[in-house]
């Protein structure tokens, strides 16, 4: 019987994975924004692998609308992603992977760390992905994968807020504004830990930050999710009534609420 892997969202990321899934065997069906998911769910109703690839922004209105025999399989890549945002719509064991490459229009797929996957169909995306040339490992301990997840949620954070004042790519932004991403790292780890209840050893997660600087760092700083980014932790932080002197200080500077 042929495996079902169905695909919600077939922009950059979800071209790679789908094509993934493809060389390995897998009959994808896509999910586009113009579609109802409840008419595909009909047609489809128990695929192996239900992948979301959405915005962030947009995550959450569709798990809230996701259909019911579809809420057991599921995939998410977003970034931000903690435990919270599955939770929230009573979804217990998502497959979840923290996506360490990169792709864009008329490029090959950019590896830059071996993406960690976690949940019960980490082996598919794992083989999925080594299919296409872009590595990737499961993670079994869901403490270990929750670091995974807020190391990404660090790194693409403070990178993206520190460079809304700085400009350049994150190796300009480790040499010569280092004070300015140490003091952006502080506040974005702050916010991290109240979103996910709990301290975290903040050394180890500023070396796992300086690995992925120092895996590209030609990479740009600042895209143009950026101020969305910094309203969204300013948002947590005021909920949480955390200080984060440097976001606030960026946000008056760039006009930001």
Known sequence: MDRIAVMIGLGQ???????????????????????????VAARVPE?????????????HPLLGALPESWRENVGLLQNELLPRDWEAHGIDTPTVISVWFEKKAGTDAKALLSSPV?????????????????????????????W??????????????????????VGSLWRERRNLLDEVAADVLDVQEWLVGRKFDQERLLAGLAEAIHAD???GCAGRSAPARLTRALHH???????VPA??????TRGIS
């Open 237 to 243: 932080a005021d909920v949480a009534d955390l200080a």
């Open 247 to 252: 976001l606030r200080r960026i946000a008056q």
């Open 118 to 146: 976690c949940g019960p169909e980490a082996e598919r995306l794992v083989a999925a992905l080594g299919a296409i040339d872009l590595p990737a490992r499961v993670v079994q301990d869901a403490d270990d994968f929750l």
């Open 47 to 59: 695929p192996d692998l239900v992948m979301i690839s959405v915005a962030e922004n947009d995550l």
């Open 148 to 169: 995974e997840l807020v190391r990404k949620n660090l790194y693409i954070l403070t990178t993206n807020i520190a460079g809304l004042e700085a400009g350049g790519d």
């Open 217 to 219: 760092p030609g990479h």
């Open 13 to 39: 990321l979800g071209r790679v994975f789908a094509g993934g899934l493809l060389r390995t065997g897998h009959v994808v069906v896509p999910v586009n924004r113009s579609d109802d998911p409840a008419a």
